[in-house]
C-alpha cells in the first residue's frame, strides 16, 4: 500500500466511524421527531436523551477528524468539493449547529414549550444532516466535483445518485438509531417501548433495504464508474451487508436485540465500505486518484503518526465510553 | 441584489466578490467561537479544583459548585462544538485559495487539535454521567484528561495562527508550494508566546465571567457560603492569569518589532519613524495625521522594545498596499493594553485589601465591579484577537498569500453571512435563555434536572409548568 493509500483509507475508517455512530446518533432523531406529542413520546424521548447524551459528542468528532484528514491529507480536492458543494455542505452545517444546540438546550430548557421547540428543531436537523452529506458522497462518487475550480452549483447534488445517497443515508441512520434504541429500551426494562420500536425498526429496515438495493440500478446508469465497482470489486461488501441486514432484521423479529446491534453495524459498516471501495481508486471519482490528489510525503507520515496516537490514546477511552454507556449500569436512572 | 451590489463596491472596492463577506463570516465565527473556546480551556481546570476539594476536603459547598459547573460546561461544550465544526467547513468554504495550496502545510496542527478535541469529548461524556454512578475519586480523575486535552488543542490551533503571522516550513518555487515541513509548523517559533498569551486569556475571561456571576448573587443580597467559595474560587484563577498576562503580552510584543513592523506601526499610530518612540494613548489617524492621542516621551520605546533609543518604525516606511487597516488595529490594541492593565491593578488592589483584613465582599461597589469584570475581559479577548488577525493584513500567510487571493469569487456569501447572523443571535438568545433558567432552579433547589419530557409531566394541565417542576 502507497503512502497515500494509507492515508485516504485512514480518512475512509473516519467517513464509516461517522457513518455509524454519529448516525445511530442522528437516527435517534427520527424516532424523537416521530414519537408523538409531549406525553405520549415522554418515555422515548427520556429514553433518546440518556442514551446519545453521554456519546453524541464523541461521535461527532469523527466528521472533524473527516475534515481535517481530508483538507491535510488532499488539499486541492478538499477546496474542489468545498467549492462545488458549498450549498449541500451549508445545508448539513445547519443541521448540525442546530441539532447540537437544540439538544443540548433541550435538555435543560425552562419551559415545556421551548423544549418542545428545542426537541422538534433536534429531531428535524438530524434528518437534513444525513440526507445532505449522502448527497455530497453521491456527488463525489459520480464524478461532479471537478479537479480544479468549481461544478455545477445545483446539478453537482441535484442529481440521481446524490439524492439516493441522501435518502440511503437518512435510511441506514434511522435503521442503526432504531436497532440501538431497541436494544437500550429493553435493557433499560421499557418492555412496552421496546416492543414499539422494534416495530418502527424493522419496518425502516424493510425499506432501507429496498431503496439500496434498489438505487443500484439508477446508479449504474447515473455513475458508470462507481457501478463498475460496486459490482466488481466491491461486490462481496454489498453481498455481506444484504446478509447482515436480513439478518438483523430476523434478529430483531425474535427480540434478540443484543446481537441485533452487531449485525446492523456489520450491515452499514459493509455498505459504506462497499461504496470507498467500489470508487477505488478515484479520490474524486473521474477527475482525481488518491495518488494524484495527494499532499506532500511529510504531512502524509506527520498524519499517519496521528492516526497511531489516536489508535492508542482515543480508541481505548472510547471504547470504556461505550461500554459503560452500554452496560447495565448506566442504563438505569 | 443590487442594493448588496453597491454595499460590496463602497465596502470592498476592487477586491474578489467573496472577500468581505467571508472576512466578516470568519470573524463573526471565530470572535463567537473564542469565548466557547475558552470556557473549554479553563472550565476544566476550575472545576477540577472544586470538585478536588470536594472529594478530598469534604466541601459539600465545592462539590455542589462543580457538580453545576459541570453542567454549563455541558452546554457550552456542546454549542461550542458546533461552532467549531462551522470552523472546520469554512476554512474550505470561505478560503480555498489557502487550503487548495496550503492545506498540507497547515493540516498537521490541526490533526492534533482534533485528536484532542476527541479526548475533551469523550472525557466530558464520562465525566458528565459519571456523577453516582462511579467511585469519588476515579470520577474526580476524568476530568484531568480534559483540561490537557484542552491546553494542548488551544496550542495546536494558536499554532496555525502565529504560522499565519510568521510562516515556516515551506518554501515556493516558481509559484508552487514545495519543501513541506509539517513538523515546523506545528512547532514554529511563534506559537509558544501566543499560545501563553491566550491560554492566560483564556483563564481570565472565565475566572472573572463566573466570579462575576457570583458576585452579582451577592449584590442580591445571597450571601451564603456557596456564593462567597464560588466567587473565590473562579477570582484565584482569574486575578493569577490577570497579573501573569501583562508580562507575557509584552514579550509577545517585543517580537512584533522585528517580525511585523506594519502591525506593531499600527499598534502604536506611529506614522513616522522616531527614536525614541512616543507611546501614544487613544488617538484615530485622520487622513494621514494622529488625532486626539496623549504622548508620553519614550515610553514606546521602552515598551515596544526594551529599549530607550531602538524606534518604532513608522508607516511612511511601509508601503500602503502592506498596511493593516490602521485604526481599528490601534483601537483594539490599546482597548486589550488598556482593560488588561486595569485588571491587573484591580486584583492586585483586592488581594492587597483582603490581605490587610478588609471584607470587600461586603462593598457594593466592589461587587459591581466584579460583576464588570467579566465583560471587561470578554472585550480585552475580542480586541487583542481583532488586534492580532486585522494586523495582520492584508496578509492571510505573512508576506507570502493575500487574503484578497484566499478568498473565493463568490458574491453570494453575502446571503450566508445574513442568515449566519441570525443563526448565531438564535444560538446566543438559546444558551442565555437556557442558562439562566439552570441557575433559577437551582436556586429553588432542584439539583438534579430531569430529562425532557420526562415522567413528571405526564399529568395533564402541567405543560406550561417548568419541566421538572
Redesign the interface.
Given at each position: 500500500m502507497t503512502l497515500q493509500v494509507a492515508v485516504a483509507a485512514a480518512l475512509f475508517v473516519g467517513v464509516v466511524a461517522y457513518a455509524l455512530f454519529g448516525g445511530a446518533d442522528f437516527g435517534s432523531g427520527f424516532y424523537d421527531l416521530t414519537a408523538g406529542g409531549?406525553?405520549r413520546?415522554?418515555?422515548l424521548?427520556?429514553l433518546v436523551?440518556?442514551s446519545i447524551?453521554?456519546?453524541w459528542?464523541?461521535n461527532?468528532?469523527w466528521?472533524?477528524?473527516v475534515?481535517?484528514?481530508w483538507?491535510?491529507?488532499?488539499?486541492?480536492s478538499?477546496?474542489?468539493?468545498?467549492?462545488t458543494l458549498?450549498l449541500p455542505?451549508?445545508f448539513a452545517?445547519?443541521g448540525?449547529?442546530?441539532?447540537?444546540?437544540?439538544?443540548?438546550?433541550?435538555?435543560?430548557?425552562?419551559?415545556?414549550?421551548?423544549?418542545r421547540l428545542?426537541?422538534t428543531v433536534f429531531a428535524g436537523s438530524s434528518l437534513i444532516t444525513p440526507f445532505f452529506l449522502g448527497t455530497v458522497a453521491g456527488a463525489i462518487a459520480s464524478g461532479r466535483v471537478p479537479a480544479q475550480g468549481r461544478g455545477d452549483l445545483w446539478t453537482s447534488w441535484l442529481n440521481p445518485t446524490s439524492i439516493l445517497g441522501g435518502i440511503i443515508a437518512v435510511g441506514t441512520c434511522a435503521f442503526l438509531g432504531g436497532v440501538f434504541l431497541t436494544a437500550d429500551a429493553d435493557r433499560g426494562g421499557h418492555a412496552a417501548l421496546a416492543d414499539s420500536l422494534r416495530l418502527r425498526t424493522l419496518a425502516v429496515g424493510v425499506a432501507t433495504g429496498v431503496v439500496v438495493f434498489a438505487a443500484l440500478v439508477p446508479i449504474a446508469q447515473d455513475s458508470p464508474t462507481l457501478a463498475a465497482g460496486l459490482e466488481g470489486r466491491a461486490a462481496p461488501l454489498i453481498v455481506a451487508s444484504a446478509l447482515a441486514g436480513a439478518g438483523t432484521l430476523v434478529l430483531l423479529f425474535r427480540r434478540r436485540y443484543s446481537p441485533a446491534r452487531v449485525t446492523a453495524v456489520v450491515a452499514v459498516a459493509s455498505v459504506v465500505t462497499g461504496w470507498g471501495v467500489g470508487q477505488y481508486p478515484w479520490l474524486l471519482v473521474d477527475q482525481v486518484r488518491i495518488e494524484d490528489g495527494a499532499?506532500?510525503d511529510?504531512?502524509?507520515v506527520?498524519?499517519l503518526v496521528?492516526v497511531g496516537?489516536?489508535a492508542v490514546?482515543?480508541v481505548p477511552?472510547?471504547v470504556?465510553?461505550f461500554r459503560?454507556?452500554q452496560s447495565q449500569?448506566?442504563t438505569r436512572? | 441584489m443590487a442594493v448588496l451590489d453597491l454595499v460590496q463596491e463602497v465596502l470592498a472596492g476592487q477586491d474578489p466578490a467573496g472577500l468581505l463577506p467571508a472576512r466578516q463570516q470568519m470573524a463573526l465565527s471565530l470572535g463567537w467561537h473564542i469565548v466557547l473556546a475558552s470556557f473549554g480551556v479553563a472550565f476544566p481546570a476550575m472545576i477540577f479544583v472544586a470538585h478536588w476539594r470536594g472529594v478530598y476536603r469534604d466541601d459539600a459547598n465545592a462539590l455542589t459548585l462543580a457538580q453545576r459547573w459541570a453542567?454549563v460546561s455541558?452546554?457550552l461544550?456542546?454549542?461550542g462544538?458546533?461552532?467549531?465544526?462551522?470552523l472546520?467547513?469554512e476554512?474550505?468554504?470561505l478560503w480555498?485559495?489557502l487550503?487548495?495550496?496550503?492545506?498540507?502545510?497547515l493540516?498537521?496542527p490541526?490533526?492534533?487539535?482534533?485528536?484532542s478535541?476527541?479526548?475533551e469529548?469523550?472525557?466530558?461524556?464520562?465525566y458528565?454521567?459519571g456523577w453516582?454512578?462511579m467511585p469519588p475519586r476515579l470520577h474526580l480523575l476524568m476530568i484531568l484528561?480534559m483540561a490537557v486535552a484542552g491546553v494542548v488543542g488551544t496550542y495546536c490551533v494558536v499554532a496555525v495562527n502565529a504560522w499565519m503571522n510568521m510562516p515556516v516550513g515551506f518554501a515556493i518555487e516558481g509559484g508552487e508550494v514545495v519543501d513541506?515541513?509539517?513538523?515546523e509548523v506545528?512547532f514554529n517559533p511563534g506559537a509558544i508566546l501566543q499560545f501563553a498569551h491566550m491560554w492566560v486569556a483564556a483563564y481570565m475571561v472565565v475566572g472573572f465571567l463566573v466570579a462575576g456571576v457570583y458576585a452579582a448573587g451577592m449584590l442580591r443580597g445571597r450571601r451564603n457560603r456557596h456564593h462567597r467559595l464560588g466567587f473565590t474560587m473562579a477570582f484565584v484563577f482569574a486575578s493569577v492569569a490577570a497579573v501573569i498576562q501583562p508580562f507575557v503580552g509584552h514579550l509577545l510584543g517585543l517580537r512584533i518589532a522585528t517580525r511585523q513592523p506594519a502591525k506593531l506601526a499600527a499598534f502604536e499610530l506611529a506614522t513616522t519613524t522616531e527614536s525614541p518612540s512616543p507611546l501614544r494613548l487613544g488617538g484615530l489617524l485622520v487622513d494621514g495625521e494622529v488625532r486626539y492621542s496623549l504622548d508620553i516621551p519614550y515610553l514606546g520605546s521602552i515598551i515596544a522594545r526594551n529599549s530607550f533609543t531602538k524606534p518604532v518604525v513608522g508607516l511612511d516606511e511601509i508601503p500602503v498596499a502592506d498596511q493593516p487597516p490602521i485604526n481599528i488595529t490601534h483601537v483594539a490594541f490599546q482597548t486589550m493594553v488598556g482593560i488588561g492593565t486595569l485588571l491587573a491593578v484591580a486584583v492586585v488592589v483586592y488581594w492587597f485589601a483582603r490581605w490587610r483584613g478588609w471584607d470587600l465582599l461586603a462593598n457594593r461597589w466592589m461587587l459591581r465591579a466584579a460583576v464588570a469584570a467579566g465583560p471587561l475581559a470578554l472585550i480585552a479577548l475580542e480586541a487583542g484577537w481583532i488586534a492580532t488577525e486585522v494586523g495582520r493584513q492584508p496578509w492571510v500567510v505573512y508576506d507570502v498569500l493575500r487574503t484578497a487571493d484566499a478568498a473565493?469569487d463568490?458574491p453570494d456569501l453575502w446571503i450566508?453571512l445574513v442568515a449566519t447572523t441570525i443563526?448565531y443571535t438564535a444560538?446566543t438568545i438559546?444558551?442565555i435563555?437556557?442558562?439562566?433558567?439552570?441557575s433559577?432552579r437551582w436556586r429553588a433547589g432542584e439539583e438534579d434536572?430531569p430529562?425532557?419530557?420526562?415522567?413528571e409531566?405526564?399529568e395533564p394541565g402541567?405543560?406550561?409548568?417548568?419541566?421538572g417542576s
Amino acid at each position: 500500500m502507497t503512502l497515500q493509500v494509507a492515508v485516504a483509507a485512514a480518512l475512509f475508517v473516519g467517513v464509516v466511524a461517522y457513518a455509524l455512530f454519529g448516525g445511530a446518533d442522528f437516527g435517534s432523531g427520527f424516532y424523537d421527531l416521530t414519537a408523538g406529542g409531549a406525553r405520549r413520546g415522554a418515555e422515548l424521548r427520556t429514553l433518546v436523551d440518556h442514551s446519545i447524551g453521554p456519546v453524541w459528542e464523541a461521535n461527532h468528532v469523527w466528521l472533524i477528524y473527516v475534515l481535517v484528514m481530508w483538507w491535510t491529507g488532499f488539499p486541492q480536492s478538499f477546496a474542489s468539493a468545498m467549492n462545488t458543494l458549498i450549498l449541500p455542505m451549508l445545508f448539513a452545517l445547519l443541521g448540525i449547529v442546530l441539532r447540537g444546540s437544540a439538544f443540548a438546550f433541550r435538555k435543560f430548557a425552562p419551559t415545556m414549550s421551548q423544549a418542545r421547540l428545542y426537541g422538534t428543531v433536534f429531531a428535524g436537523s438530524s434528518l437534513i444532516t444525513p440526507f445532505f452529506l449522502g448527497t455530497v458522497a453521491g456527488a463525489i462518487a459520480s464524478g461532479r466535483v471537478p479537479a480544479q475550480g468549481r461544478g455545477d452549483l445545483w446539478t453537482s447534488w441535484l442529481n440521481p445518485t446524490s439524492i439516493l445517497g441522501g435518502i440511503i443515508a437518512v435510511g441506514t441512520c434511522a435503521f442503526l438509531g432504531g436497532v440501538f434504541l431497541t436494544a437500550d429500551a429493553d435493557r433499560g426494562g421499557h418492555a412496552a417501548l421496546a416492543d414499539s420500536l422494534r416495530l418502527r425498526t424493522l419496518a425502516v429496515g424493510v425499506a432501507t433495504g429496498v431503496v439500496v438495493f434498489a438505487a443500484l440500478v439508477p446508479i449504474a446508469q447515473d455513475s458508470p464508474t462507481l457501478a463498475a465497482g460496486l459490482e466488481g470489486r466491491a461486490a462481496p461488501l454489498i453481498v455481506a451487508s444484504a446478509l447482515a441486514g436480513a439478518g438483523t432484521l430476523v434478529l430483531l423479529f425474535r427480540r434478540r436485540y443484543s446481537p441485533a446491534r452487531v449485525t446492523a453495524v456489520v450491515a452499514v459498516a459493509s455498505v459504506v465500505t462497499g461504496w470507498g471501495v467500489g470508487q477505488y481508486p478515484w479520490l474524486l471519482v473521474d477527475q482525481v486518484r488518491i495518488e494524484d490528489g495527494a499532499g506532500a510525503d511529510a504531512t502524509l507520515v506527520g498524519l499517519l503518526v496521528v492516526v497511531g496516537l489516536a489508535a492508542v490514546l482515543v480508541v481505548p477511552p472510547l471504547v470504556y465510553l461505550f461500554r459503560l454507556t452500554q452496560s447495565q449500569e448506566w442504563t438505569r436512572g | 441584489m443590487a442594493v448588496l451590489d453597491l454595499v460590496q463596491e463602497v465596502l470592498a472596492g476592487q477586491d474578489p466578490a467573496g472577500l468581505l463577506p467571508a472576512r466578516q463570516q470568519m470573524a463573526l465565527s471565530l470572535g463567537w467561537h473564542i469565548v466557547l473556546a475558552s470556557f473549554g480551556v479553563a472550565f476544566p481546570a476550575m472545576i477540577f479544583v472544586a470538585h478536588w476539594r470536594g472529594v478530598y476536603r469534604d466541601d459539600a459547598n465545592a462539590l455542589t459548585l462543580a457538580q453545576r459547573w459541570a453542567k454549563v460546561s455541558a452546554v457550552l461544550f456542546a454549542i461550542g462544538a458546533v461552532s467549531g465544526t462551522v470552523l472546520s467547513f469554512e476554512m474550505g468554504l470561505l478560503w480555498p485559495g489557502l487550503m487548495g495550496p496550503f492545506g498540507d502545510v497547515l493540516g498537521l496542527p490541526f490533526a492534533f487539535e482534533g485528536l484532542s478535541f476527541f479526548t475533551e469529548a469523550i472525557f466530558l461524556g464520562i465525566y458528565l454521567y459519571g456523577w453516582g454512578r462511579m467511585p469519588p475519586r476515579l470520577h474526580l480523575l476524568m476530568i484531568l484528561p480534559m483540561a490537557v486535552a484542552g491546553v494542548v488543542g488551544t496550542y495546536c490551533v494558536v499554532a496555525v495562527n502565529a504560522w499565519m503571522n510568521m510562516p515556516v516550513g515551506f518554501a515556493i518555487e516558481g509559484g508552487e508550494v514545495v519543501d513541506i515541513r509539517p513538523w515546523e509548523v506545528l512547532f514554529n517559533p511563534g506559537a509558544i508566546l501566543q499560545f501563553a498569551h491566550m491560554w492566560v486569556a483564556a483563564y481570565m475571561v472565565v475566572g472573572f465571567l463566573v466570579a462575576g456571576v457570583y458576585a452579582a448573587g451577592m449584590l442580591r443580597g445571597r450571601r451564603n457560603r456557596h456564593h462567597r467559595l464560588g466567587f473565590t474560587m473562579a477570582f484565584v484563577f482569574a486575578s493569577v492569569a490577570a497579573v501573569i498576562q501583562p508580562f507575557v503580552g509584552h514579550l509577545l510584543g517585543l517580537r512584533i518589532a522585528t517580525r511585523q513592523p506594519a502591525k506593531l506601526a499600527a499598534f502604536e499610530l506611529a506614522t513616522t519613524t522616531e527614536s525614541p518612540s512616543p507611546l501614544r494613548l487613544g488617538g484615530l489617524l485622520v487622513d494621514g495625521e494622529v488625532r486626539y492621542s496623549l504622548d508620553i516621551p519614550y515610553l514606546g520605546s521602552i515598551i515596544a522594545r526594551n529599549s530607550f533609543t531602538k524606534p518604532v518604525v513608522g508607516l511612511d516606511e511601509i508601503p500602503v498596499a502592506d498596511q493593516p487597516p490602521i485604526n481599528i488595529t490601534h483601537v483594539a490594541f490599546q482597548t486589550m493594553v488598556g482593560i488588561g492593565t486595569l485588571l491587573a491593578v484591580a486584583v492586585v488592589v483586592y488581594w492587597f485589601a483582603r490581605w490587610r483584613g478588609w471584607d470587600l465582599l461586603a462593598n457594593r461597589w466592589m461587587l459591581r465591579a466584579a460583576v464588570a469584570a467579566g465583560p471587561l475581559a470578554l472585550i480585552a479577548l475580542e480586541a487583542g484577537w481583532i488586534a492580532t488577525e486585522v494586523g495582520r493584513q492584508p496578509w492571510v500567510v505573512y508576506d507570502v498569500l493575500r487574503t484578497a487571493d484566499a478568498a473565493g469569487d463568490n458574491p453570494d456569501l453575502w446571503i450566508l453571512l445574513v442568515a449566519t447572523t441570525i443563526l448565531y443571535t438564535a444560538l446566543t438568545i438559546g444558551a442565555i435563555t437556557v442558562l439562566r433558567s439552570m441557575s433559577r432552579r437551582w436556586r429553588a433547589g432542584e439539583e438534579d434536572l430531569p430529562s425532557p419530557y420526562g415522567p413528571e409531566l405526564q399529568e395533564p394541565g402541567v405543560d406550561e409548568r417548568p419541566v421538572g417542576s
